[in-house]
């Protein structure tokens, strides 16, 4: 257990440092590459003084150091600062549309596991056959498809065309239907993908032939010896493919008009708002980098060969 | 060669990516050939228009001919992938091998930055540094193209750790060759197929991440015929004329397939011992 204990500090530490290195990134990257913020939100019909001015509210007339300074002891009390655009505390905007981001973010990961694990191992059990050419098919269209498009789809089809669900808002069980079954389509095919082949691998060891010819039932063979030891490798790719879905998120929120953190990243980027998408790029990394410590905890018990500390 | 050549031509994969990929190459390059309408010319008479014998997909909102922009559009997609991965492969193949080879603090240095790249993630990272350096063709591909630098970086150095301790590179090494020249003839080479493989899967991504940027309108900007964009554009008329965001989207759908098909008839045809393990 303390080894446990000491695993998870080691590695709750190492999340805060990823954060902070993203933090420190996109600072950077926000003033030293080209083109002048306080410009680009004073705008084009803005004099030197509004320039002048907005430099000032922003603290980017300051030395850059004394800026990193400012920005690192907000940062530790939780403070990124104020929007540019509302003024409003960026961790209040951000906590405002957080839970809809996590909603969806939730359905279409569920979704895509609840899915993708079944669908995989479904396949790699009868490799080679029909069943496995269609979901290798579907897997490669799944990977393939633009998720904004394959959201217009579906708006297209069961909002106008057959009206059976809203195509737009987030009012409601009915409208995150289609948002999340959109999010979760690139997910479901990506983590088919892996579990066929994770499964395909487990299938050629001999503890599985072992096991059938002893004469144990197909079934409990695939389902449960298997399945479960071809399981970390796909556990792993959950976590990183957690990145792949926060974007697509991002996406999915614009199409649907889902009212979360992607659209207001997007809102923001248009509306030059800094200290907002700096805000907003940090909380995404955050979330995935979270989400990936989760996964990791969760390793011991699906794989008994790991062993913390 | 002729070996790796004969197994691609067996593998329906690999045929059925190269000729997606060989149409999209041909839809770029003859373009002017395929259509009479300028792509970027409207007809303000004529916006709108469902499919027809004059218009084959009809025509978008400004009137003008959507087959004659996707065609157009090909040679616009082709380069932003091409160049995109060119930066990735640039800048992230030789950080991989300096990474593997020289290992020690080198490596721990540079894996610690290509592990932050990849903790902003694919998209955002993309998304950031178009927000900042300003939308447009170059910047697309500068911003798409250095959020694939860590694929190749990771994967090259994995590559070249392995090929460091095989015995005729330790032979070389013995004999007196000088680093470059064991980096060049000895590691290089061997881990070509693998940077081959990602390369023809990076074309599907980065086409797949510029076309969200275009369709955010945070890419190639109005009245270029860029697929993402004008897919973004024609969101708007969706309740009206699905067709001017049905087939920009089957492009881009197409295109991103064609390579992944590709890659992976690749993979099963230049890595003998993967195959039938993926």
Redesign the interface.
Same mark, same amino acid.
């Given at each position: 257990m303390s080894g446990f204990l000491s695993y998870l500090l080691q590695r709750i530490l190492g999340l805060f440092v990823t954060v902070l290195a993203v933090a420190v990134t996109i600072f950077l990257m926000v003033r030293l590459l080209p083109g002048d913020p306080a410009r680009v939100i004073a705008g084009v019909l803005a004099t030197e003084q509004d320039v002048a001015r907005i430099r000032v509210q922003l603290g980017l007339d300051q030395p850059m150091i004394v800026q990193a300074g400012i920005f690192l002891r907000d940062l530790f009390q939780g403070d990124l600062g104020v929007s540019a655009r509302t003024s409003a505390p960026v961790l209040a905007e951000i906590g405002a549309r957080l839970p809809a981001t996590l909603t969806l973010a939730a359905a279409g990961m569920l979704m895509a596991i609840a899915i993708g694990v079944p669908l995989g191992a479904w396949a790699a059990a009868r490799a080679g056959s029909l069943g496995d050419v269609v979901v290798s098919t579907l897997v490669l269209f799944g990977i393939s498809m633009p998720v904004y498009w394959l959201g217009l789809m579906l708006i297209i089809l069961f909002a106008i065309n057959l009206r059976w669900l809203p195509a737009a808002g987030a009012d409601g069980f009915a409208s995150l239907i289609l948002p999340a079954v959109t999010l979760a389509a690139f997910s479901v095919a990506f983590i088919a993908r892996i579990t066929r082949s994770s499964m395909l691998e487990v299938l050629r060891q001999d503890y599985v032939r072992t096991a059938h010819a002893k004469g144990v039932d197909r079934r409990t063979v695939e389902w449960r010896h298997a399945l479960r030891n071809a399981l970390p490798p796909v556990v792993t790719v959950i976590g990183l493919q957690f990145g792949q879905l926060l974007g697509g998120a991002i996406l999915t929120e614009t199409v649907f008009g889902w009212p979360g953190l992607g659209r207001l990243l997007v809102d923001s980027i248009f509306a030059r708002d800094y200290p907002m998408v700096q805000g907003l790029v940090i909380v995404f990394a955050a979330m995935f980098a979270f989400v990936n410590l989760l996964v990791d905890l969760t390793y011991e018990r699906i794989d008994p060969r790991v062993r913390y500390g | 060669m002729a070996e790796v050549a004969k197994r691609l031509r067996r593998n329906p994969s690999a045929v059925a990516g190269g000729t997606l990929v060989g149409l999209l190459v041909l839809a770029g390059l003859f373009a002017p050939l395929l259509t009479p309408y300028d792509p970027t010319k409207q007809e303000l008479l004529n916006v709108l228009q469902g499919p027809s014998w004059a218009h084959p997909l009809g025509t978008d909102n400004l009137g003008r001919d959507i087959l004659a922009r996707l065609l157009y559009g090909a040679r616009l997609t082709l380069f932003m992938g091409v160049f995109a991965v060119g930066v990735g492969l640039v800048v992230g193949v030789p950080l991989g091998v300096l990474s593997g080879y020289y290992r020690g603090w080198v490596d721990m240095a540079i894996q610690r930055v290509m592990? &932050?790249m990849?903790?902003?993630?694919? +998209? !955002?990272l993309a998304?950031?540094?178009v927000?900042?350096?300003?939308v447009g063709l170059i910047n697309v591909i500068v911003a798409v193209g250095i959020s694939t630098i860590p694929r190749f970086a990771r994967l090259v150095r994995s590559s070249v750790l392995t090929i460091r301790e095989v015995a005729y590179v330790e032979a070389s090494s013995a004999l007196g060759a000088r680093d470059g020249r064991i980096l060049w003839r000895h590691v290089l080479p061997n881990a070509l197929a693998p940077v081959i493989i990602q390369a023809t899967l990076s074309m599907?991504a980065t086409i &797949?991440t510029a076309?969200?940027l275009g +369709? !955010?309108?945070?890419g190639v900007q109005p009245p270029t015929p860029e697929w993402?964009a004008m897919?973004?554009e024609g969101?708007n008329y969706?309740?009206t004329s699905?067709n001017v965001?049905?087939f920009?989207?089957?492009a881009?759908?197409a295109a991103?397939?064609g390579f992944?098909?590709l890659g992976?008839g690749l993979r099963d045809a230049l890595d003998p011992q993967l195959r039938?393990?993926?």
């Open positions: - | 592990d &932050l990849l903790s902003f993630t694919t +998209f !955002l998304l950031a540094l927000s900042l350096l300003g599907g &797949l076309a969200g +369709f !955010l309108g945070l993402g897919l973004g969101r969706i309740f699905p965001t049905t920009p989207g089957l881009i759908f991103v397939l992944n098909l992976d039938g393990a993926r």
